[in-house]
């Protein structure tokens, strides 16, 4: 993989984690760090965008045309995004930012094989 693309991708994970644990604080009073719903949350997501079959190509997963999540983990993330998101914007200007330019990549057009 390109170096740049893994860059990406790490930087969608850590994306991800922050607004994870800006949830989890708010929510469910993990100050101190996640709790064990929300790490496990995490590392789920991780897993699976290190695992995103676009590689290097892989769009936002908000614009994804492959649901790789499963149900209740989707419900989750989405849940998630919804608080964390309109206070990434000044929590996490640069990086609510940088996921916006990310977000306009269309995502790479793809054969009928659905999720994993
Ligand atoms: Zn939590």
Redesign the pocket.
């Given at each position: 993989m390109r170096a740049a693309a893994s860059r990406r991708i790490d930087r969608e994970i850590e994306t991800v984690r922050t607004m994870?644990g800006m949830?989890?604080?708010a929510?469910?009073?993990?100050a101190a760090g996640?709790?064990?719903?929300?790490?496990e949350?995490a590392a789920y997501a991780e897993r699976r965008v290190r695992a995103c079959r676009f590689g290097a190509d892989k769009p936002t997963c908000q614009r994804c045309p492959v649901h790789c999540f499963r149900p209740e983990s989707r419900e989750a993330i989405r849940r998630v995004m919804r608080y964390a998101g309109p206070r990434m914007a000044w929590r996490h200007p640069v990086m609510a930012l940088r996921h916006l330019l990310v977000g306009r990549r269309e995502a790479p057009t793809l054969g009928k094989e659905g999720a994993r």
């Amino acid at each position: 993989m390109r170096a740049a693309a893994s860059r990406r991708i790490d930087r969608e994970i850590e994306t991800v984690r922050t607004m994870i644990g800006m949830y989890c604080a708010a929510q469910h009073g993990g100050a101190a760090g996640l709790c064990e719903n929300c790490a496990e949350l995490a590392a789920y997501a991780e897993r699976r965008v290190r695992a995103c079959r676009f590689g290097a190509d892989k769009p936002t997963c908000q614009r994804c045309p492959v649901h790789c999540f499963r149900p209740e983990s989707r419900e989750a993330i989405r849940r998630v995004m919804r608080y964390a998101g309109p206070r990434m914007a000044w929590r996490h200007p640069v990086m609510a930012l940088r996921h916006l330019l990310v977000g306009r990549r269309e995502a790479p057009t793809l054969g009928k094989e659905g999720a994993r």
